[in-house]
């Protein structure tokens, strides 16, 4: 087998990986659920899927998205190893199955809560990644819904969750520490790569660049950032998503503007400035593409 053919074989392997990976039927068995401080009372598990907040304190525990159901049980597990008690609320960032995948296990013991559109996405069928998702069960839906804003009362803290409409999808929601000095971007923020926006569930591009400037604007300059995937980050590090965000907005909306196909600037590509941004799920051409058909859309 000649390298090009092998080469050939091995991306579609990748991408078949991703596929499963985002319709969560990969192999989770050897998952393992990395526990990390942040700061304060906020600590970050990190496993497969979207990245989990939790307040351990002594009013128990709160957390912050589940990932996906296989990985109820080692998420338990960690949650235990905290040793603060029961899980008394669950917030869902968003919709997606990477991060409440795990809400029909953890609503049995906890309170779920999140954004009216999201429970509006869970209760009903969804199509994602050309697949079938839904509707949820009862035990896995938000018992406790709200429209702009929240708040819970909770390990000394005032937890603040706050809407930002039509960005990642048509329900993200920040959640705010501000006493631990933590925040939770939800998809908002894929840390060091290009993000998935899910244009087909009210996401846009134009709506995410727009919503970190917001919550930039918000932000105090030592806040410690838990992003919806990749690492713990800092302000300087959403700053820089910010302006890369902006600028290859800016590449595109160029070419729409002297009349390119998507075609034609998928062939074009972005600057070499912005090729480490793609090292993510989201590789330049589906980059590109979000971007192009987020400019056709009203914001
Ligand atoms: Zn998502």
Not at 19 to 39: E, P
Not at 151 to 156: A, Q
Request: charged share 20%.
């Amino acid at each position: 087998m000649n390298v090009r053919i092998t080469t050939v074989i091995m991306i579609a392997m990748t991408m078949t990986g991703y596929c499963s990976n985002a319709i969560a039927q990969q192999d989770l068995s050897s998952v393992t659920i990395k526990t990390h401080h942040v700061a304060g009372n906020i600590y970050m598990l990190e496993g497969r899927g979207g990245n989990i907040g939790v307040s351990a304190g002594p009013d128990g525990l709160l957390m912050i998205d589940d990932q996906f159901a296989p990985l109820s049980d080692k998420i338990q597990t960690a949650l235990d190893k905290l040793d603060k008690g029961k899980l008394k609320f669950l917030l869902n960032t968003h919709w997606h199955g990477d991060h409440t995948g795990g809400n029909e296990a953890f609503g049995k013991q906890a309170s779920i809560i999140a954004h009216t559109n999201v429970r509006a996405r869970l209760v009903t069928k969804q199509t994602l990644f050309g697949r079938e998702v839904g509707p949820s069960p009862k035990q896995a839906l938000p018992v406790i819904t709200f429209d702009d804003s929240l708040s819970v009362h909770f390990n000394d803290e005032k937890i603040k969750a706050v809407h930002l409409p039509h960005g990642h999808t048509d329900g993200d929601s920040v959640i705010f520490f501000p006493k631990s000095n933590v925040v939770h971007m939800g998809d908002l923020m894929f840390a060091g790569m290009f993000p998935f926006v899910d244009i087909d569930h009210g996401g846009n591009v134009l709506g995410v660049a727009r919503n970190v400037e917001t919550i930039i604007k918000m932000l105090p300059k030592d806040i410690k950032i838990i992003p919806g995937h990749g690492p713990i980050s800092t302000l300087d590090d959403l700053k820089a998503y910010h302006a890369m965000l902006l600028g290859t907005v800016d590449v595109v909306r160029k070419q729409v503007d002297a009349g390119k196909s998507l075609e034609d600037i998928k062939a074009a590509g972005l600057p070499a400035t912005w090729d480490k941004w793609a090292g993510g799920f989201i590789k330049t051409d589906g980059w590109l593409e979000a971007i192009y058909k987020s400019l056709k859309q009203p914001l």
